[in-house]
């Protein structure tokens, strides 16, 4: 997907299309866990959609839960959806800053002449 460090750098196109991918990828993967979330909380504890999409976007984001909730399903959902979220927003985060991240490292590489 990325150019290896010998070769010359992406042109701007490529390097907004990996980004525009890369983008992509993100919201697919953001849209992806907040249904997942969604779901738990409607059908665990049985919130409505609006309070549903609520809770999992506040979870997904890092703020926290805003519903009380009141079974042991929903509590231990919820638990894991925190842990989860967690791991996602850091992973989204990566995927959406790589192409970025490449193409800054791949230019410092080329400034400084390396031989490696």
């Known amino acids: ?13 490529i390097f907004y299309r990996r980004l525009a991918r890369s983008f992509g990828w993100g919201m697919v993967l953001i849209a992806g866990s907040l249904a997942i979330g969604m779901v738990g909380y409607r059908h665990l504890a049985q919130l409505s959609w609006p309070d ?4 999992a976007a ?19 959902f919820a638990g ?12 989204t985060a990566g995927v959406m800053a790589a192409p970025v991240l490449h ?9 400084t002449g390396s031989k490696d």
């Not at 549903?52 to 809770?55: D, S, V």
């Not at 894991?80 to 992973?91: E, K, Q, V």
């Open 1 to 13: 997907m990325f150019e290896h460090r010998r070769q010359p750098l992406a042109s701007r196109p």
């Open 52 to 55: 549903a999409f609520l809770n």
């Open 58 to 76: 506040m979870i997904l984001s890092g703020m926290g839960p805003v519903a009380e909730l009141h079974t042991r399903a929903a509590k231990i």
């Open 80 to 91: 894991c959806y925190a842990l989860y979220s967690g791991i996602a927003l850091i992973s």
């Open 103 to 111: 193409r800054l490292l791949h230019r410092f590489h080329l400034e």
